[in-house]
Structures are given as structure tokens and as C-alpha cells.
């Protein structure tokens, strides 16, 4: 991944979405050669040079401002996610420090794992910025089953299993919605780690492996994972639609507890609960390994 071109081309997809209209330009007659504000027009609404602008929108972030790139994310409409990808890049680009810090490789805490296999009731997995479950309480392994299948690697990655196994879109009923958030956190990732060798190589072999991953990978979208509804097919349950909050935890950066919950006395919230009894009778592997390094 270069980041150069990660900026041209995500500066230039957003250009696109937004038209004189939106943006409150008067629109002139004539044909437009682009589908959104031309480079001019960012320009102007950022308050900038032309020239500047085009030197930014070439992959030259790395000398803009705080104010400077905040001005372009105005001017571009850009979100919560988009305008914090766009300041990740720019760290990218000039080489400083990502927002933040990395810590060194080594296994979860044992309170961390405590504190995730306290929540019987509800689904919880630990995960890092690339999508690989490094544990999970005993529900939420029974709920993400599909994925341990005996020839997995590990640690299983939810990207991998999306886009290379069969089972995916079965265990995914709302497949397209599925896809785009996920490959929109790796491209997340990819801005806020753009060192990380693993995130690279995952990117690199789900590029070239998957036609949906390489599509929806050149729409440079990004996203912010906090909380929301997924639903999902389990073999044993059918289909249940639960709600999930994603925490990022304060003392492990760069890891996330996400945790699915179901309000109480609905459908979704006995399927839960059958679940938890179907996980009680089966023999499962450890939910999480003691060696497992965080790699994040």
C-alpha cells in the first residue's frame, strides 16, 4: 500500500460524492468532466490555492496543517471517520507518530480475560484493528462457531473467513452491509497503522483471493464501529439480530471488546438464551489461548 496514491485516490472519491448543488456552488452550464466538485471548487470552499490543493490531492499531505487539513475535510463534507482517516494519512504521509500508541507484542492480561469471561450472558470477543479474535467468552465462541472449524488459522480473522470461506454468506444473511463495514475498518486500520506488515499482507492476500474484497476495497470508505445491529444465521439457533457496543479498551490500544446483547423478552433474546444452553452442551476449546500474543 502506497500511501501517496491511499491519499489521491481517497480525496478523489470524496470529491466525487459531492456536487456544486450540496456543496452550494452555483452550478454552471455545460458539460462537467467529473461526476463531483472539481479540484478548483475544493479548493475555493477550503479556502486554499488551486495549486495547493492539487499538490495535497497528489498524496503531499505531509506538510498540511491541523487547520489546513480540517478546512479540506469542511470543504469535502467529510464525517467523523472520514475527517479522522484524513489526519491519520497525513501522519502517514509525514512520518509522524499514528494517534495511538503502540504497545509491545505480548499475551492478554489475565484480568483483561477475567473481566471477558465474567459476562455469561452475553456474547463478547476481544479483537484487534486487523480482525483477528484473539478470545472470546464462552457464548461468543459458540456464537462465532462457523469460524472455528478445525483447519482454521489461527487466530481466526473475521476479514479471512468473510471473504474466503463458503460459509460466510449463510453465516451472514445481510451479506452486502457485512462486507462494507468490514473491509471499511481495514481501510480504518490501514490509515492509523500504515507499518503494520500483518494488516499489509492480509489486505494484499484477500486483494488478490476475493473479486468483492478488491472491489469494495478501491472505494476507499472508512468507518467508525461503535455500536449498531448485525445479524447472523447460526447453524444451531437460525437466524438472530442482536446489538452490539464495541469498546476500545483504555489500557490494551488498539484492542476492541465488542459484546452482543438482546432486549429481554423478544424473540432475538430466547434465541440467545438457547444458544447459551446449546454452547453449555457442547465440548468447546479453550475460549481463549494463554500464548496468544496481541500482535497489534
Not at 82 to 96: S, V, Y
Not at 99 to 127: E, K, Q, T, Y
Not at 166 to 178: G, K, L, N, Q
Request: proline share 7%; aromatic share 6%; glycine share 6%.
Amino acid at each position: 500500500m502506497s500511501t501517496e496514491s491511499d491519499i489521491r485516490e481517497f480525496l478523489a472519491s470524496r470529491r466525487a460524492k459531492i456536487t456544486p448543488q450540496r456543496a452550494g456552488l452555483p452550478a454552471f452550464g455545460g458539460n462537467r468532466r467529473v461526476p463531483g466538485l472539481r479540484r478548483e471548487e475544493v479548493a475555493l470552499l477550503a479556502g486554499v490555492s488551486i495549486d495547493y490543493y492539487v499538490r495535497l490531492e497528489r498524496g503531499h499531505l505531509g506538510g498540511a496543517s491541523e487547520e489546513v487539513l480540517d478546512s479540506v475535510a469542511n470543504a469535502l463534507q467529510l464525517d467523523d471517520a472520514e475527517r479522522a482517516h484524513l489526519h491519520d494519512l497525513a501522519r502517514a504521509a509525514a512520518k509522524r507518530p499514528a494517534r495511538r500508541a503502540r504497545r509491545p507484542r505480548g499475551p492478554l492480561p489475565d484480568s483483561v480475560v477475567r473481566v471477558l469471561n465474567s459476562m455469561s450472558d452475553c456474547p463478547a470477543f476481544i479483537r484487534n484493528g486487523r480482525l483477528d479474535v484473539l478470545a472470546t467468552n464462552q457464548l461468543g465462541r459458540a456464537l462465532y462457531g462457523p469460524l472455528y472449524t478445525s483447519g482454521a488459522r489461527r487466530p481466526v480473522n473475521l476479514a479471512r473467513f468473510q471473504f474466503l470461506d463458503p460459509a460466510a454468506r449463510d453465516f451472514f444473511p445481510s451479506w452486502e452491509e457485512s462486507v462494507n463495514t468490514t473491509v471499511s475498518l481495514l481501510r480504518t486500520e490501514a490509515g492509523r497503522a500504515p507499518g503494520d506488515s500483518e494488516l499489509t499482507g492480509l489486505i494484499g492476500e484477500l486483494v488478490t483471493r476475493s473479486d468483492v474484497f478488491r472491489t469494495a476495497w478501491a472505494k476507499h470508505n472508512v468507518r467508525l464501529h461503535h455500536t449498531g445491529r448485525k445479524v447472523f444465521h447460526h447453524p444451531a439457533v437460525g437466524e438472530i439480530t442482536l446489538d452490539f457496543d464495541a469498546l476500545e479498551l483504555p489500557s490494551q490500544p488498539g484492542l476492541t471488546l465488542t459484546v452482543y446483547s438482546a432486549p429481554p423478552h423478544t424473540p432475538d433474546h430466547d434465541k440467545l438464551r438457547l444458544l447459551s444452553a446449546w454452547a453449555a452442551t457442547e465440548a468447546t476449546a479453550p475460549t481463549s489461548d494463554p500464548t496468544m500474543r496481541q500482535d497489534h
